[in-house]
């Protein structure tokens, strides 16, 4: 009842930009949290931002001064700016919203979704 579909990714060079997209479809009534996760070849995926529905941010310690997460509630859309890439930041980058409240013709119902993945290539 709900997707994710995530753009923007490609190859870019080091100290370049990049935005990526998610917009989440579906009989949603809110979300609350919305955020950006990655993951590099033979790494664990780890959190790279994430914003509340309030537009408190929090962002993982490599990425802060660099990457800018924001949202825009009206379209359930979050966006990550990354600017000054780095090599390292080469990874598929998925996103997540959390606690999507959907409807059904008989309920309301909540769960986490993730999108299918982006791939973010920095060459140096």
């Known amino acids: 009842q709900v997707q994710l579909v995530e753009s923007g990714g490609g190859l870019v060079k080091a100290g370049g930009s990049l935005r990526l997209s998610c917009a989440a479809s579906?009989?949603?009534?809110?979300?609350?949290?919305m955020g950006w996760y990655r993951q590099a070849p033979g790494k664990q995926r780890e959190l790279v931002a994430t914003?509340?529905?309030?537009?408190?941010?929090n962002y993982e310690d490599s990425v802060k001064g660099r990457f800018t997460i924001s949202r825009d509630n009206a379209k359930n859309t979050v966006y990550l700016q990354m600017n000054s890439l780095k090599p390292e930041d080469t990874a598929v980058y998925y996103c997540?919203?959390?606690?999507?409240?959907?409807?059904?013709?008989?309920?309301?119902?909540?769960?986490?979704?993730w999108g299918q993945g982006t791939q973010v290539t920095v060459s140096s």
């Open positions: 914003i509340t529905s309030g537009a408190s941010a």
């Open positions: 997540k919203a959390e606690q999507v409240r959907y409807y059904t013709s008989t309920n309301i119902h909540e769960a986490d979704y």
């Open positions: 579906g009989s949603i009534f809110s979300i609350n949290a």
